[in-house]
């Protein structure tokens, strides 16, 4: 190796031009008035149509060759289904004691994915022995429907696509996943005063002509966008003790998906709903100490903190405020069933015994769906329904409502 004094700079490489989906985005800036609240950035960065992160032709879900974690496979995170079968298997039971106390014959998944879970609930009710209409998948990404399409073609006379919830509805609801994936707005507490966290174009850019307005130094600055803050009357729910500077997040479309589908549930027969995902109740969320947030973008199985980098190339994501889920619950007319930790509710549902049945390799990637350190205790799940509820199965030990 030669002597440090005898390196030479490398030449400064010219950025790229922005793609379409930057345009797109710094357009919405302009038209804004040059700031654009966060969860309107990340909604365009996750859903523009045919640009987004989820509306692109890409996989996002799956194994990497070799296991999540080693390089160069194409996909960017794994969830559960994808993991293992028996996550959907587990989930069929609760679905099928749903199915029973609600008379529904119809099953509904938001953001399906690629179809594992969809396949791995059809698959389970039917060796349950439990009639199904109708298996409708509500998903707003024209790519993965295909994928779906293909990975359920042998349940194509059940399974049918809608792209909006009807104005009544029945049966059971189902989204893995799906709550973490809705857009959230940014607050950022600095010197003691609380601002919200939206986005600007950055001065390197030049809006006018959408280029840039001179070459970056380097090409890491190559960026058309910046935070910028403002002050706002916006606060969590909870007050955070103390004056340190804390960003968070706060989930009002969260609550508005939650108050629209019990709309829908209580307009119709009835139903139920069970949604799992990573999230704590809100004196976990908004914890003093807990004063980066929990927002966090996912590409190859790798996890950083710059959602204006990159966009449209990984997926931005926060965790789930729990009790705003269940009191937005409430508020429209549920009952909430349960909430517990993901690994507690596939217990609950019997997954030891099939995991007794199992061959290693499936016990082995099913316990990383229980483990405390993997999955099973940073994800929970949450049931909610119309009526008075039940006693389900899922939370039968461990329910944690009191935590709400």
């Not at 014959?105 to 179809?115: I, L, N, P, T």
């Not at 027969?269 to 996912?298: K, V």
């Not at 409430?330 to 015994?353: E, K, M, P």
């Amino acid at each position: 190796m030669q002597p440090d004094a005898t390196r030479q700079a490398l030449p400064a490489r010219a950025p790229s031009p922005p793609s379409p989906l930057e345009t797109r985005i710094a357009q919405a800036v302009q038209a804004a008035g040059g700031w654009l609240p966060f969860d309107r950035f990340m909604h365009l960065a996750l859903y523009a149509p045919g640009l987004g992160y989820y509306a692109r032709d890409a996989r996002q879900f799956g194994l990497l060759p070799g296991g999540p974690g080693s390089p160069g496979g194409g996909s960017d995170f794994v969830t559960a289904p994808e993991l293992s079968p028996l996550f959907g298997e587990a989930l069929a039971v609760q679905v099928a004691e749903a199915l029973r106390h609600t008379g529904g014959d119809e099953v509904w998944e938001f953001g399906a994915g690629s179809g594992a879970l969809a396949a791995q609930v059809l698959d389970g009710l039917a060796r349950l022995g439990q009639p199904l209409a109708r298996y409708t998948i509500v998903d707003v990404s024209g790519a993965l429907r295909a994928r779906q399409q293909a990975r359920l073609a042998a349940h194509a006379g059940v399974v049918r696509w809608v792209d909006a919830l009807p104005d009544a509805m029945a049966g059971v609801v189902i989204g893995n996943e799906v709550l973490d994936a809705m857009p959230v707005k940014l607050l950022a507490r600095t010197g003691g005063v609380w601002h919200e966290r939206g986005v600007a174009l950055s001065e390197l850019f030049e809006p006018s002509a959408l280029a840039w307005r001179a070459q970056p130094a380097i090409e890491s600055e190559a960026n058309p966008f910046t935070w910028a803050d403002r002050p706002t009357d916006l606060r969590p729910p909870l007050e955070v003790p103390g004056t340190h500077d804390y960003v968070t997040e706060l989930h009002p479309q969260q609550r508005a998906f939650i108050a629209t589908l019990a709309e829908r549930l209580r307009a119709g027969p009835g139903g139920a709903a069970f949604f799992i995902d990573y999230g704590f109740p809100e004196a976990e969320y908004w914890h003093p100490q807990r004063s980066m947030g929990t927002l966090a973008c996912h590409r190859a199985h790798r996890m950083d903190d710059a959602p204006l980098q990159d966009v449209g190339e990984k997926d931005i994501t926060a965790h789930v405020d729990f009790t705003g889920i269940a009191l937005a619950a409430q508020d429209a007319g549920l009952t909430v069933l349960g909430y517990t930790s993901q690994a507690r509710f596939l217990l609950n549902c019997g997954i030891a015994a099939r995991m007794e049945a199992a061959d290693l390799p499936t016990r082995a990637n099913a316990m990383k769906l229980l483990a405390e350190h993997e999955m099973g205790e940073l994800f929970k799940v949450i049931g909610l329904a119309t009526g008075e509820g039940w006693a389900a199965c899922g939370f039968a030990q461990g329910d944690r409502c009191h935590a709400l």
